[in-house]
Structures are given as C-alpha cells and as structure tokens.
T-cell receptor, first 112, second 114 residues
Framework: DQQVKQNSPSLSVQEGRISILNCDYT??????FLWYKKYPAEGPTFLIS?????DKNEDGRFTVFLNKSAKHLSLHIVPSQPGDSAVYFCAASGMGNYKLTFGKGTLLTVNP | KAGVTQTPRYLIKTRGQQVTLSCSPI?????VSWYQQTPGQGLQFLFE???????NKGNFPGRFSGRQFSNSRSEMNVSTLELGDSALYLC?????????????FGPGTRLLVL
C-alpha cells in the first residue's frame, strides 16, 4: 500500500519556465513533508520542507504548497535551470514517527 | 561541517554471504536511519537508531539488523544475502530531538549480490 504517490514518473520543461512536481498522500497522520533531489550514484539532497500547520514554504527558486484537504503537495521551481535535472522525491513523516515514507520519484529534465 | 559518510561505496558479494555497512553521521546528529533503494520499490525505510537504541523498524526480514555506537556511528548488517538484496543502501542522520526533523543523506553503498 503506497502511502506517498508521485504519479508522474517524468517531467520535461524548458529552461526558464516553471517546473511543477506533484505528490499525493493517503495517511492523514502525516504532518511533515519534505522534497529531496537525487542525482545518479549520489544520496538524496534535502531541498525544502513544510509542516502541516502551513500551506506554503519558499526558499529561493523553490516553493512547496500543501493542500491538506486534498492530501496533495507540490513543488514549484521557478525559473527552471538545466542543473535542476534530477530525480525528485517527495517524503512524509507522521507525529511520533521518525521514519520517512517516500514516493517513487519524478525524473525532471530541464532542456536548455 | 562534514556530511554523512558511508563506507564502503561499492561492494560485491555472493549469495549466502553476509555484509556490514558503516555510516558516520553529521557531527552532533544522534539519530541515524537506514534506507534501501531499489528500482522497483523505491526508497524503503529499514530502521532508525538514537542513543544506541532502535526506535523504529521497517518491514524487512530479520536478516537485516543494525546497531549504533556511543559516538552515533552506525552499522547495518545483512546476513545470508539473497540476489534481491542488491540495492543502494542509504544512511541518513538528523539531530534526533523530535519526529519530522530533516534527515540528511550520505552517498550510499551500492551492494551487488551475485
């Protein structure tokens, strides 16, 4: 039973445009959400997080939006750069739980 | 600050053998978690240690075990290796004070079981 879902295995955008990566979750006990970026042969790199008491968090070119009623979050990257090309993972954790539950990732390709 | 380090980076073993992987967390971090990444299953949680105690455990067989030392360094062991254990094993560390903290990952150990 996949509690965190990233339904788009891949996404291709042009340099300078917006990239929107989506994530859905089913467990209403999740209250902390994170996005990681991963290059081949490297570990995931933390990008940005949001707690369930917020609906938006920004850090530079990265913004995460959380819609709790829809159990949906999204990562916006503006403007997209070729160096952003990587696999992006959405992860979630619940109160009292120290483990992260990951989606299966979305491969983002930013074309010059 | 130095990041999370994992050794070895690559490992080749044969079925039936055992393997031990090592992880050194970021200085000051007391929580260490282990994850397995495979193409089919994605990133799956193995276990988490804090102050030498296992606090959380994922749904893996007992062949997978771990431990944490007093300096927060951690090891994981897989006994009686199977072909399906071929994966990237990732270690992540966090301060460990509260759930939902950001976890920072090491580069991983790539294990190939022949």
């Amino acid at each position: 039973d996949q509690q965190v879902k990233q339904n788009s295995p891949s996404l291709s955008v042009q340099e300078g445009r917006i990239s929107i990566l989506n994530c859905d979750y089913t467990n209403s006990m999740f209250d902390y959400f994170l996005w990681y970026k991963k290059y081949p042969a490297e570990g995931p790199t933390f990008l940005i997080s949001i707690s369930s008491i917020k609906d938006k968090n920004e850090d530079g070119r990265f913004t995460v939006f959380l819609n709790k009623s829809a159990k949906h979050l999204s990562l916006h990257i503006v403007p997209s750069q070729p160096g952003d090309s990587a696999v992006y993972f959405c992860a979630a954790s619940g109160m009292g739980n120290y483990k992260l539950t990951f989606g299966k990732g979305t491969l983002l390709t930013v074309n010059p | 600050k130095a990041g999370v380090t994992q050794t070895p980076r690559y490992l080749i073993k044969t079925r039936g053998q055992q393997v031990t992987l090592s992880c050194s967390p970021i200085s000051g971090h007391r929580s260490v978690s282990w994850y397995q990444q495979t193409p089919g299953q994605g990133l799956q949680f193995l276990f988490e240690y804090f102050s030498e105690t296992q606090r959380n455990k994922g749904n893996f067989p007992g062949r997978f075990s771990g431990r944490q030392f007093s300096n927060s360094r951690s090891e994981m062991n897989v006994s009686t290796l199977e072909l399906g254990d071929s994966a990237l094993y990732l270690c992540a560390s966090s301060l460990g004070g509260s759930p939902g903290e950001t976890q920072y990952f090491g580069p991983g150990t790539r294990l190939l079981v022949l």
